[in-house]
């Protein structure tokens, strides 16, 4: 399941160019069984997400790739009640047996520095505190590249959803690896 906003949505691109359907394909090519959902909502924020939470569960996702939370710094929203929320939909997502991989954000310069550092900050505790498997920045090699960008410079064209994808990897699939491990060893003892 890709639980996220507008990056995860795909605004401004085809459906099949945004990275939950890239994703897709690449583990089709990588032989790992699993359908990918993509559950983004442009404009969505944690408190969005966090209402969204019960919808996401009924798919009884095995993972979550978590990228929720940059509409509340592009906002100027409480950096305590975005990782409140975080960690309230990660609490769910964990008790529902979902293994969950957290997408990290970083802001433009322009909000200033101990707003910047805060925000940045939650995803690195979150992770740390929940063991959570982490991509430290979403747009890792893409962000400010207006190459790999809209006209809007924040959301990504299907060559920037490409490198999201590749970072996207690096995080999932020691997490598939795992569970593939786990799903092969024996049961019972002797």
């Known amino acids: 399941m890709a639980f996220g906003d507008s990056l995860t949505a795909g605004l401004g691109v085809n459906r099949d160019d945004a990275y939950p359907a890239q994703l897709q394909r690449r583990l089709d090519e990588l032989d790992y069984r699993y359908r990918v959902i993509n559950a983004g909502v442009s404009g ?26 940059g509409n509340d710094g592009l906002r100027g929203l409480s950096l305590e009640q975005t990782k409140h929320n975080l960690s309230r939909i990660i609490e769910q997502l964990r008790q529902a047996g979902a293994t969950i991989i957290l997408a990290g954000m970083k802001l433009p310069p322009n909000y200033g520095q101990d ?34 960008n809209q006209a809007d ?20 699939t020691p997490v598939l690896q795992a569970r593939s491990r786990k799903s092969r060893a024996p049961h019972g003892g002797s």
């Open 153 to 172: 410079g924040i959301h990504p064209t299907r060559e920037g959803y490409r490198i999201v994808v590749e970072q996207v990897l690096k995080a999932l």
């Open 44 to 69: 969505d924020t944690t408190a969005g997400g966090l209402r969204r939470v019960p919808w996401v569960l009924g798919s009884k996702p095995d993972v979550v790739i978590l990228e929720l939370g």
């Open 115 to 148: 707003y910047i550092r805060g925000f940045e900050v939650i995803y690195q505790d979150l992770a740390r505190h929940y063991d959570l498997a982490f991509i430290p920045f979403f747009l890792e090699g893409v962000a400010a590249s207006p190459a790999l």
